[in-house]
């Protein structure tokens, strides 16, 4: 089998970003990758996700790409967080290495709790490494303009990492 | 007439599916097919859907394939779900015979249910088979978050498997 | 300027029908044309609509074609209709010789209201001909998960009948 | 690096205009423009936005095109109109030359504001010259279902302004 064989030509890079005083914000979907089968037919490998990178400010306007931390939403994640209302909230939680010999060493858990007024949500990530013997706090205030963006992108981009939209050229099959 | 003219490349496969403790469920679009008419104009042969497929647990992390069941959704069966609210029911009726000879062997019930505390739904499919004497029953629960994934993934498909998404050709006519 | 030049290729025909006892409608999308202008750039010639065919029934499970009529709603239109609630109604009234000198000759309106229970709408088309000295009615009942089918179907069919689906080759201009 | 490099093609004009008593307020998308990056990869340099145009009336069914006005929605403030309620105000303020020496000199501020009954919108742009010392103001009522067009269109519209529909030939990354 073959990776990857989708679509060989260049990524692009579109990220949304919020930046706001202590940290940034930028979200961006990262696409499925497909193996041929048999028949020349593909079959989704790795499904995809939608990236939350944030970064801490490190001055004004500034932000320090080099202490990012990332949090990759999954298909249900993302479903999660587009049915939220304006008074919901939604805690994630992930381990890089689960099901390997490192689990538990790195925990990452996203937290997006609403405004008392019902005009935004806080997006928090806590990230603590248990090895480095770090914790990294990430806080980012989006307004409801912000969060609009964030739900419609990830509705759009929800069927695409989900590989949705590569299923065009499907013939049908007997109707049960 | 040639059949399936649309798109003769492979096809790809990209369910999304939910594992559950007693049953997994994996939906996936199927569309229609299409046949050329007079001019070179493509018409729509038989309609598409969304399939469902159930599978029982057959030990832990474990589904069995072989007794699996399928429930194809039309689009206004896909309608009627996009269109639940957090406390509605739904329930569909097929026979997969309806209109043959064999007529009512076979009679499949999709149910719809939505929990106490509105936070997801039971999603039962029902098969009994008067010729095998077989009751097949699975129940799959869904969390809100998987239920907002299928119905913005079904939301998505509905064009497709309408096949709308193919009417970019078509030059207008008079207005009426 | 040379009409229709955006796709050569044939129409595709995907109508999406609803047949009760006393009438069916079909919907179908029909996409804008464009004229080229200088510099190889394309405007919008006619605007695109969604087509709305009624046909009387003529026995059982049978509609006579021949005693169709039509009614076109404009990208305006459709947002009136996707915007509609559960008990909210909705009237538009069409004359196809409009400016013309055969102008109120035909008088078309097109009702849609809601089901005492609010689970649906009746659609009905009134066609008024003074020439013929006709008054042709078409009341078609449609079910919650129907409408829904029109409603998604008929934003997803928006952007293309309004042309911005082909807006993809276009360059950024200064911000202001 | 080159601009503009994704589609060399023609641009395609298909605005949807509101054409009222006082006043006509045209919208259409202005995708954003990239850049090539190293590996042949894309970068997005100026992001997209939703333009309105708006145009004096100057006789019946006569608008002042000379007299237009603009104003550059940007993926922001498209997610602050589409997240509006029937009751819901929004109000935006630019300055097309901030962050330069003639910054102040013009003020542009768009305001949509609720109609009594909740059946609509005050659409309103004024634009403050303080070179030119003019002051003009353009007030357009839209419908609420010309404000469902706009939302309608405006959702379809964002993903592409935001640079997301050239997603597609993207590999993923390892899972975070």
Redo the contacts between chains.
Sequence with gaps: SSK?VA?P????????AIFKGRAALSV???????TK?E??????D?R??V?MTFMPASGERKYDWQKRQ???LS??????L??MGSHDSSEFF?D?SMKSSNAGQVR?SLSIKPLAEGNGYFITLTVVNTILNTNDRFVVPV???????LK??F??????I????????????A??
Tied chains: 1, 2, 3, 4.
């Design positions: 990857d679509k030509s260049g990524r692009v890079f579109a990220p949304y961006e979907p990262v696409l499925p990758t497909f089968v028949h020349g037919n593909l079959r989704i790795r995809g996700s990236m990332l949090f990759a298909p249900t994640e993302v479903g999660s587009i049915s992930h890089p990452k307004t409801t303009a912000e969060f609009t963006v419609t992108a509705s759009f981009a929800l069927p695409h989900m590989g949705w939209d590569k299923l065009t050229g499907q013939a049908g099959t109707a049960e």
